[in-house]
C-alpha cells in the first residue's frame, strides 16, 4: 500500500474559501471584443500553439515573435486593433492578470494617455474592465465580480 501524497499548495488553495478559481483550461476561441472608450478593437485568442497561431496574424500584427515556449502573448498593430493570444494549457488568473496589465499599458501609449504615479486611475480602471471582460469570455469561474455565497450562508 502506498502512502497518500500530500495536496500541493494550490490544490489547497483551489478547495479553500476562495472567490476566483486561480486556474483554467480555457476552450479554443478567436474572438473580436471592442474597447468603447478607447475605440480599440481586442482580439482574444485561445490555441494549442502560439507561435503559429500568432504566425497567422502577421498581416495585422507584424512579424512574429519567436514564441516557442510561451503561455500567453500580447500583440498591437501599431493602430486600433490589439491581440491576447493564450495557450490552451492550463491557464492561471496570474498569466492573465499579466497580459493584461501589458495590454492596459499598450492602449495607454497608443492614446498617449499620461500613466505614472500621480496619473494611474485611467490604467486602474481600463485594467479592470479587461479583465473583466477577458474573464467572462473565457468562461473564468467566479472572476468577473460574481460572489460565491460563504457555505453557511443560504442562497
Known amino acids: 500500500m502506498s502512502a497518500a501524497r500530500k495536496p500541493s499548495k494550490l490544490r489547497k488553495a483551489q478547495r479553500g474559501t476562495h472567490c476566483v478559481q486561480r486556474v483554467v ?7 473580436k471584443l471592442a474597447v468603447p472608450i478607447y475605440d480599440a478593437v481586442l482580439w482574444l485568442v ?10 497567422k496574424w502577421e498581416h495585422l500584427f507584424g512579424p512574429a515573435p ?8 500580447c500583440s498591437h ?3 486600433h486593433n490589439f491581440a491576447l493570444f493564450f495557450a490552451r494549457a492550463p491557464l492561471t488568473l496570474k498569466i492573465l492578470s499579466h497580459e493584461v496589465f ?7 501609449d497608443w492614446v498617449s494617455a ?8 485611467q490604467g486602474a480602471l481600463l485594467h479592470g474592465y479587461l479583465m473583466d471582460t477577458v474573464c ?7 472572476a468577473a ?3 460565491q455565497p460563504a457555505e453557511n450562508q443560504k442562497t
Open 25 to 31: 483550461r480555457p476552450r479554443r476561441m478567436k474572438k
Open 46 to 55: 485561445v490555441t494549442d500553439n502560439i507561435a503559429k497561431e500568432r504566425k
Open 66 to 73: 519567436l514564441a516557442h515556449d510561451y503561455d500567453a502573448l
Open 77 to 79: 498593430s501599431g493602430g
Open 102 to 108: 501589458h495590454l492596459t499599458h499598450r492602449i495607454l
Open 114 to 121: 499620461n500613466f505614472d504615479d500621480k496619473h494611474h486611475e
Open 136 to 142: 467572462r469570455e473565457m468562461q473564468w469561474p467566479n
Open 145 to 147: 465580480g460574481e460572489r
